[in-house]
């Protein structure tokens, strides 16, 4: 006759023939709860019982992800920071491990420990950023640092080897790359130190630069406060850190970026830079506030600065496609040809740090400009011709200026984003895919994160450096309506100015080599290259607007639907305001 099963106490390992444990262990490990119930009410276990190897039924549970089995023995009474294992670790640790994120949080409000230490160092935090778990990371850091953000708590605190979050991130940072990326994001996000030194002086540049990252991970150390000068116990900086590894491509990299933080421009002042870091610090006190929309005209609300770098960006290029031919007409090809070298560099070189976003926006701006006075140039046009191609200019900026001026779908979240990230994820509403870890918000439905912006953008398509800011959900029709006008107004142009010239002085009509009439020749020049591209760039949308698709999505292979008229009017002609910013709450 078998023996009759061995009761357990709390703690107390079970194993050999004719006990539960094993059942139990296997119960636990596929959900079967009701098996557990069972054991537990005849007295054969007690919730805390442990098998063989000194592991729990609840780590058991937590690290196969059942809820069911998780909830039992928690209303049970279990011990929810029992460690066991040959790791040391608790339940909430082993949930950590495989990315069981409703266990997880299950464990966590049930009194779970994250800052417990296995024997391999890393508590949960530390876990989550090694196995790239971003949801589950998200949570623990937002549940336990509801704003103000933590002052050097979970998402500063060091593993047993001494390493931060933000380190680990680093050192495992090939095993799961985009993972990496996120959990990195999502730590600078709330407010992680990129300066923290282990007890080797060893920062998260160093980690970073010793396992040889990509440029992207350094870039956002850099601009998290890391500093590229600063020297381990060795005496080594990040970059030769990166060449002892054998690590050229990163130590490149970190060259160039020690390079720009250290470029200084005429106006660079100490002023500016300590205007710097208290807006840092204020973000830093303010915790995860609401997030408010970022336009491109609330950057030029933003303060002198802003607004120089946008007088700069877009009025350069301008000086020199629109004064450059007027330069040839007055003194010659050669002389005129060296003034815009010239122009360009010294623009170049005295160029704001950020001015560069709006270049090609100038770019643009200028060559319009250029092409309209070519048009206007020509002696013979006729009054309709004339009135067309002015409607047609004017349509042009007007739609420019809608498409650069206009919120694009900027995601915003209307309260504390923390307690939003915990609320979500105890409804099992956290998700690794929909969540963005640097706007610390859950995405809506075809919505992406866009780095110019610093926003997420419903409806994303692309940002383009032309109109200087992203193409979304409700600038969409300006910035088709300007691709129509550019097409049509460089079509006329090219029209009605081509019969008219000439290469040669032999040949009927304007000669476009004489230094005079450099001005028609850059019009002629620049109208030929933009019709081109931008009747390409036309049709490529108009075919993404009949199927309802984005550029994103279309390089992304993802399909988009029938052809229709219906789908025409859902982009061109989007439900609901277009002036109120968008705005989400986390479902």
């Keep these: 006759m078998a023996a009759a099963p061995t009761p357990a106490f709390a703690g107390e390992i079970v194993a050999g023939a004719g006990s539960a444990i094993d059942a139990a262990r296997k119960a636990a490990q596929y959900g ?123 998402v500063d605190l060091p593993d047993g080897n001494g390493m931060t979050p933000l380190m680990v991130c680093c050192e495992w940072y090939w095993s799961r790359p985009k993972k990496a990326l996120d959990c990195l994001r999502l730590l600078l996000a709330f407010g992680a130190s990129a300066t923290f030194a282990d007890a080797a002086r060893r920062t998260p540049l160093h980690v970073a630069a010793a396992r040889g990252v990509e440029a992207r991970p350094l870039e956002l150390l850099v601009d998290g406060g890391a500093s590229c000068a600063a020297e381990d116990a060795e005496g080594l900086t990040a970059r030769r850190t990166a060449e002892r590894a054998g690590h050229g491509a990163c130590a490149r990299h970190l060259a160039a970026l020690a390079t720009t933080t250290k470029k200084r421009r005429p106006w660079c002042t100490e002023k500016r830079d300590q205007e710097d870091d208290e807006e840092k610090a204020s973000l830093v006190r303010g915790g995860l506030s609401p997030l408010a929309p970022l336009p491109f005209a609330a950057e030029l609300r933003s303060g002198p600065r802003a607004c120089r770098d946008c007088a700069y960006g877009l009025g350069a290029p301008c000086v020199v496609l629109v004064g450059a031919p007027l330069v040839v007409a007055a003194r010659g090809w050669h002389v005129g040809l060296l003034a815009a070298a010239g122009l360009s560099v010294g623009f170049m070189v005295l160029a704001p740090r950020e001015s560069g976003r709006y270049g090609h926006c100038g770019f643009a701006v200028g060559s319009v400009l250029s092409i309209a ?214 479902v």
């Excluded at 928690?74 to 990315?99: H, M, P, S």
């Excluded at 912006?453 to 994303?460: H, I, M, P, Q």
């Design 373 to 586: 006075r070519s048009f206007f140039l020509l002696s013979e046009r006729t009054l309709g011709v004339t009135t067309l191609y002015v409607v047609l200019v004017l349509g042009l900026f007007m739609c420019l200026a809608l498409t650069a001026l206009s919120d694009p779908g900027v995601v915003c979240a209307k309260d504390d984003r923390s307690s939003h990230i915990v609320d979500a994820a105890r409804r099992g509403a956290l998700r690794d895919t929909d969540f963005c870890p640097t706007c610390l918000i859950q995405r809506p439905a075809r919505a992406k994160h866009d780095p110019t912006l610093k926003r997420c953008v419903r409806r994303f398509d692309h940002y383009c450096p032309f109109v200087a800011n992203v193409v979304g959900e409700r600038n969409y029709r300006f910035f088709y309506a300007f691709l129509v006008c550019c097409v049509l107004a460089i079509s006329l142009h090219l029209a009605v100015v081509l019969p008219r010239v000439g290469l040669c002085d032999g040949e009927e009509g304007i000669c476009l080599l004489l230094p005079k009439h450099a001005p028609i020749f850059v019009g002629c020049l620049l109208a030929l290259i933009h019709d081109v591209w931008v009747a390409c760039m036309l049709v490529m949308h108009s075919s993404l607007v009949c199927t309802d698709q984005t550029t994103y999505e279309q390089m992304h292979g993802r399909d988009g639907g029938d052809c229709s008229a219906s789908n025409c009017r859902r982009v061109l002609a989007p439900a609901g305001p277009v002036a109120t910013p968008a705005s989400v709450e986390l």
């Design 32 to 154: 079967r709860a009701a098996e557990i119930a069972a054991f537990l009410d005849a007295g054969a276990l007690t919730p805390d019982a442990r098998d063989a190897d000194g592991c729990s039924l609840l780590q058991w549970a937590a690290i196969n992800g059942r809820d069911t089995v998780v909830r039992l023995l928690l209303d049970r009474g279990c011990d929810v920071n029992a460690v066991g294992g040959v790791l040391r670790e608790n339940a909430l640790q082993w949930a950590c491990r495989q990315g069981r994120a409703q266990c997880a949080v299950l464990l966590r409000e049930s009194g779970g420990d994250p800052t417990h230490r296995g024997a391999e160092g890393g508590t949960a935090v530390h876990l989550c950023c090694r196995y790239g778990q971003v949801a589950t990371l998200a949570y623990l850091v937002a549940r336990d640092d509801a704003p103000p953000a933590l002052a050097r708590g979970l």
